[in-house]
């Protein structure tokens, strides 16, 4: 048996958390020949409801969970962490702006951030799902100037699944014939689905796209994906988001040459975005890193696209550039 490693999941005792604790005490994350320390963060008020998820992580009784901590202190959740799935963050509440948001929220990964840099071990692997995620994340890895920013994510990857999905089904195909899709920039109704260089059954898709039907069905559609499922479901996303983030992590440790969608530091990147932003790139993952898909020519159409994204990303850097 391998030594267990230590696992942190903020914002534990809330929705998309409960769909992805269990997942990671049964290994689909990490592996089936990996034990794991679970360590449960949220906030004080809601150590009674922790506590109920702890229990019920008990009574699994999964061969490889190690233990279990539930905690609001921020030092004893992050202690040695190995990975952390930065889930917990603030609804957006009726009447507040975008900009409120982002402030009340940075407020929540800056703690977080440092805490990391003091505590977690300096390879763990995070990622943040705490909307806005990506400027979230970027507070976070700012905060934590010891740990690499490579090691700082956001996640893109529900966006990415979306669009494989919709592709598989307008197209009658199964996910496993749907390859090389992007999705670019923010996880925000500006991000980018892009079917460029997306292949259906090996073929190209481009021939048998109606461009039509990506400019004003599929692209709309996925970026307003969210807003759809709260329609229909009166609640959002949960076991879809918690999905992505297990199947992001587990890329990203175990490895998957398929084209995936990371959100991550935009420093050096082959597309000219600015530096600094979190945004996502199309990317592989091996040997426990990511790396980006370069030497991909953008469409003209596309490029402007990207740049409102880029732009939005800038925005909200500026509005929480106290907190960086
Ligand atoms: P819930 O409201 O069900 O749960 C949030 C939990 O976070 C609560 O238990 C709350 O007490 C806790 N929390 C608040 N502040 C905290 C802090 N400072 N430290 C630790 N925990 C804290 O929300 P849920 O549906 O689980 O969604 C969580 C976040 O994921 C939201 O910000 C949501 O917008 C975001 N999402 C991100 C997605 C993505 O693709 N990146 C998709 C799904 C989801 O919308």
Redesign the pocket.
Known sequence: MKKPVNVAI????????YSAIFRVASGQMLGIDQPVNIKL???EP?MSALNGVKYELEDCAFPLLNSITTTFDLTEGFDKCDFALL?????RMKGMERKDLLKDNGK?FKPQGKAIDEVANKNIKVLV???P?NTNALIAMHNAPSIKPSQFT??MR??HDRSLAQVANKFNVTINEVKKIIVWGN?SNTQVPDLSYAEVSGNSIKKVMNEDWYTNNFIPRIQKR?AEIIEARGL???AS?AN?AITHMRDWVLGNNDWLSIGQISNGNPFGISENLMFSFPSVCSNGSYSIIGNLAISEVLNDYIKTTENELLNERDSVLDLL
């Open positions: 903020t914002g534990a005792a809330g929705n998309i958390a963060i949220d906030i809601a889930i917990g963050a603030k609804p929540i799902v705490g909307n995620a956001s996640m529900l966006d996880h969210g959002s996303s949960a988001a992505a």
